[in-house]
């Protein structure tokens, strides 16, 4: 009678201590996972490639230990009381100065030591399957899937359900089709013409009250007014809106129809006219909106300054994107915004709040990141922000934040955010933005009770599920998500060779007076992609064709976009890089890689005899002493020869057009380009004071057109510069003067060259 419950409490007793026993051989388990990862990082640290060892050791916490020492300490933190925080003494390396020699090893290294991750995770899911423990078993299977892609074992164990060419869960499956969804749309609307024309006796009512002079130009559902002299470039951005109509139709599940846009908008490309229209309403906060702001809203009229043709249309595709979600939070509005700019363009050059006058100092290295228009660096951000295993941005802080406040960590999550929550149900962001404007009405900002309403309204998903959706989705962390991604991983796109062409460029650049660059293995991933598609259609010769991606040829509607601004270089061969890039400067969009100041890191792949550079990336604040905007020929140096003219078919359509314009259509050959580089990725903003006059040493004016950053092929243009085209060759000593206001004051390079 006394056996059986002796019997019992030894059976509770050992039950008891295989709990301690199961914990410490899961957390011995980490431990040796994280070891791993350590010495990867380590090593990666020391060949040179800093932003690969940051995010594996971001993982090393993340996924293993939270508080691994050597980890923490490496990536620049120390620990005070029972936190960790950044050690001010040390700044972590955000540069790459590892060779190609070194990279590729390295990154198969790294394909091995991830299948050993996974196969570690395989013998545990499988131990504690054998042991009946499910749930401790789909964690291990998860993290084999996390590490390696098609592991049979573990998709049957999870029970996953086809998607696309992989295999997830219904969640993942709804992440990918609208993410297909969405990209079909993008692409197919990028080739979608909509009628727009000019109209006259359209009054807009805070533009006329400042007394400046516009044009107005209409499409089926949009009002747009503007300079006379961007009449091309304000049909364009109509354009765009239309097509971004089309795209939220596929993005967003409630209806979208209407007659007409309620409401019209204003951009001019001159900074002056956009405060003189402030001025002549006398908006609220006007001295605040006057220093600090780019776009503002009198009545019905979005008004702006837009100082190039891409931020032109980066503001008529916010407006769209922001008016159809219907959403009035500051951090879901801005989020939205960026996010449609992103999913069309790869690209933001609008910020509602200028952020280096919001946080009145220079930008820092991180801060130059955070500011970059490149949406493939906010993508890199987002990444090591949802590797973080402490910080950031709670998801439930977002409809808080106020965009004239905004931090750079705000920024992006909001971004990153809203573009999760598109994929995955835009109707439940709509609600979060109505629970928040609800509580905000009555004086309530707290984020934990934000979480509380939520929660009362989609009882089946908490706002920490929604974080941890959006952490797995950004770092990738099944097959389906990978795919939806489709991201080239940096330590890839690593080439043996890079390193010389690295050192010729900054030779090439330092012959120009300008200070050498470093190299990213990060902005090089795009180069890989196209370098490998030009490679593969080798009869891609002509500057129209090696500047865009077909996709019917294998390319992808981004990767077009990038090759708008990529540098190429056929039949490249680096014991001629000298004679190469001294080519480039009768090229002006490629004389700008060497003449830029605001160029602080490239990236540059390899294919075979196809080099590509990536110069826009990296482009941020210059150092102190070499600010300023520059010019070729180079100021105050009239000893350069030059040939006098260049032919058409190196430089390609866009200067075809530009003579058939000023009637010299089917002429061979345009004048030796003048050029000014200011090195803006935001455009030119100084449009309505910019002057150049080009003259022969007699005095003689030589007819030519000025253009600006508005095209699409490099050869003839890239971000921050203008350019001056004689139509005709140049013959004899010329002599030229560039001139704008800068603020009040009055800016002024003068030069000469001969052209033979």
């Known amino acids: 009678m006394t056996l059986r419950p002796f019997l019992s409490s030894v059976v509770a007793l050992s039950l008891l201590a295989a709990v301690p026993a199961q914990q410490n051989e899961e957390a011995d388990f980490n431990q040796r996972q994280a070891k791993a990862l350590n010495t990867f990082a380590k090593k990666a640290f020391e060949k040179g490639f800093p932003r690969t060892a940051k995010v594996v050791w971001l993982q090393v916490h993340k996924l293993y230990d939270p508080d691994n020492v050597e980890a923490w300490t490496a990536l620049g933190y120390k620990k005070v009381g029972q936190s960790w925080n950044p050690d001010a003494s040390r700044t972590y390396p955000l540069a790459d100065t590892g060779s190609g020699a070194d990279g590729q090893p390295l990154m198969k290294q790294y394909e091995a030591l991830k299948k050993d991750l996974a196969n570690q995770?395989?013998?545990?899911?499988?131990?504690?399957?054998?042991?009946?423990?499910?749930?401790?078993?789909?964690?291990?299977?998860?993290?084999?899937?996390?590490?390696?892609?098609?592991?049979?074992?573990?998709?049957?164990?999870?029970?996953?359900?086809?998607?696309?060419?992989?295999?997830?869960?219904?969640?993942?499956?709804?992440?990918?089709?609208?993410?297909?969804?969405?990209?079909?749309?993008v692409e197919e609307q990028s080739r979608t013409d909509y009628e727009v024309k000019k109209v006259d006796g359209v009054d807009c009512a805070p533009v006329t009250r400042a007394q400046i002079a516009y044009i107005t130009v209409q499409s089926d559902h949009f009002t747009l007014h503007g300079d006379a002299s961007e009449e091309e470039n304000l049909s364009e951005a109509?354009?765009?809106?239309?097509?971004?109509?089309?795209?939220?139709?596929?993005?967003?599940?409630?209806?979208?129809?209407?007659?007409?846009?309620?409401?019209?908008?204003?951009?001019?490309?001159?900074?002056?006219?956009?405060?003189?229209?402030?001025?002549?309403n006398q908006v609220p906060d006007l001295e605040w909106k006057l220093e600090h702001s780019s776009t503002s809203r009198i009545g019905n009229t979005a008004v702006g300054a837009t100082s190039g043709r891409q931020v032109l249309f980066d503001a008529c595709v916010r407006n769209v994107a922001q008016g159809v979600s219907g959403l009035g939070s500051d951090?879901?509005?801005?989020?939205?915004?960026?996010?449609?700019?992103?999913?069309?363009?790869?690209?933001?050059?609008?910020?509602?709040?200028?952020?280096?006058?919001?946080?009145?100092?220079?930008?820092?290295?991180?801060?130059?990141?955070?500011?970059?228009?490149?949406?493939?660096?906010?993508?890199?951000?987002?990444?090591?922000?949802?590797?973080?295993?402490?910080g950031g941005i709670p998801a439930n802080k977002l409809p808080f934040c106020d965009a004239a406040a905004f931090t750079n960590e705000e920024r992006i999550k909001a971004w990153s955010f809203c573009d999760y929550m598109v994929r995955r149900d835009p109707e439940m962001l709509r609600s979060m933005d109505q629970i928040a404007q609800a509580m905000k009405s009555r004086g309530s900002k707290m984020p934990d009770q934000f979480e509380e309403e939520f929660k009362a309204k989609h009882a089946d998903v908490a706002m920490p599920q929604l974080d941890k959706e959006w952490e797995d989705f950004w770092t990738g962390a099944s097959p389906v998500l990978k795919a939806i991604q489709n991201n080239t991983p940096p330590l890839s796109a690593i080439s043996k060779g890079?390193?010389?062409?690295?050192?010729?460029?900054?030779?090439?650049r330092k012959s120009f007076g300008k200070t050498p660059v470093t190299w990213s293995a990060n902005h090089s991933a795009r180069c890989k992609e196209h370098a490998e598609y030009l490679k593969k259609n080798k009869d891609l010769k002509a500057p129209a064709d090696v500047h865009r991606q077909s996709v019917d040829l294998g390319g992808s509607y981004i990767g077009s976009l990038f090759a708008q601004t990529a540098l190429v270089q056929l039949g490249a061969n680096v014991?001629?890089?000298?004679?190469?890039?001294?080519?480039?400067?009768?090229?002006?969009?490629?004389?700008d890689a060497l003449m830029s100041n605001s160029i602080l890191s490239v990236g540059m792949y390899l294919e075979g005899d196809v080099l590509v550079i990536n110069a826009t990336s990296g482009i941020g604040t210059p150092k102190a002493a070499d600010a300023g905007a520059d010019c070729y020929p180079p100021r105050n140096d009239g000893g350069m020869i030059f040939d006098g003219e260049v032919p058409v078919a190196d430089l390609g359509?866009?200067?075809?057009?530009?003579?058939?314009?000023?009637?010299?259509?089917?002429?061979?050959?345009?004048?030796?380009?003048?050029?000014?580089?200011?090195?803006?990725?935001g455009g030119v903003s100084v449009r309505g004071s910019l002057t150049c006059t080009v003259q022969t040493a007699k005095g003689e004016t030589i007819e030519g057109v000025l253009v600006y950053d508005d095209g699409v092929v490099r050869t003839t243009t890239a971000p921050g510069m203008v350019t001056f085209w004689p139509l005709a060759p140049l013959k004899g000593k010329v002599e030229f003067q560039w001139s704008w206001m800068a603020g009040d004051k009055q800016i002024a390079l003068k030069g000469a060259f001969t052209a033979r």
């Open 653 to 681: 359509p866009e200067a075809e057009e530009l003579l058939k314009k000023h009637g010299r259509e089917g002429q061979k050959t345009i004048g030796f380009p003048l050029t000014v580089h200011f090195g803006s990725s």
């Open 121 to 185: 995770h395989r013998q545990q899911a499988e131990k504690w399957q054998k042991a009946g423990n499910k749930v401790r078993a789909d964690q291990h299977w998860r993290m084999v899937l996390r590490w390696i892609e098609g592991d049979a074992q573990a998709q049957k164990a999870l029970a996953h359900i086809e998607v696309g060419t992989v295999t997830g869960t219904e969640l993942e499956k709804t992440l990918y089709d609208r993410s297909k969804a969405i990209e079909k749309a």
């Open 498 to 508: 890079v390193d010389k062409w690295l050192v010729a460029f900054n030779e090439a």
């Open 575 to 591: 014991g001629n890089a000298k004679k190469q890039f001294e080519k480039w400067t009768y090229l002006p969009g490629y004389r």
């Open 331 to 390: 951090g879901y509005r801005e989020g939205i915004g960026h996010t449609f700019v992103g999913m069309i363009f790869n690209n933001n050059r609008l910020f509602a709040v200028d952020l280096k006058k919001q946080q009145g100092t220079v930008a820092s290295e991180d801060d130059r990141e955070f500011q970059s228009p490149d949406f493939d660096v906010w993508k890199n951000l987002s990444l090591e922000m949802a590797w973080k295993s402490t």
């Open 238 to 280: 109509l354009r765009w809106a239309e097509r971004t109509l089309k795209v939220c139709q596929a993005a967003f599940p409630w209806p979208i129809q209407m007659e007409k846009w309620p409401g019209d908008w204003a951009y001019f490309t001159a900074e002056e006219n956009y405060k003189q229209i402030l001025k002549a």
